[in-house]
């Protein structure tokens, strides 16, 4: 079942990935992502963050640490 949201479009999800996860462990932050470079100056634009929200709703949340940002 294909899903539209703001974001993007997500496609079918059927497991979470290595790529998938580290978005997720990101909080689906682009910022100082590896592929925030790859998109930068083209007309199209990640996904990924839509596919985490579609992979969360269905598959439910991953068994991963998230990262923890410490504020001084």
Same mark, same amino acid.
Do not use: H
């Given at each position: 079942?294909?899903?539209?949201r703001?974001m993007?479009?997500?496609?079918a999800?059927?497991?979470?990935?290595?790529?998938a996860?580290e $978005?997720?462990?990101?909080?689906? /932050?682009?910022?100082?992502?590896?592929?925030?470079?790859?998109?930068?100056?083209?007309? #199209?634009? $990640?996904?990924?963050?839509?596919? /985490?929200l579609?992979?969360?709703?269905?598959?439910?949340?991953?068994?991963?640490?998230? #990262?923890q940002?410490?504020?001084?």
């Open positions: 079942m294909l899903r539209s703001d993007g479009r997500a496609v999800v059927r497991r979470w990935t290595n790529t996860l $978005c997720y462990k990101r909080g689906c /932050v682009c910022d100082g992502c590896f592929y925030a470079d790859f998109f930068n100056g083209s007309s #199209q634009k $990640c996904q990924m963050k839509a596919s /985490v579609e992979l969360v709703r269905v598959l439910g949340k991953p068994d991963v640490e998230l #990262q940002l410490l504020s001084e």
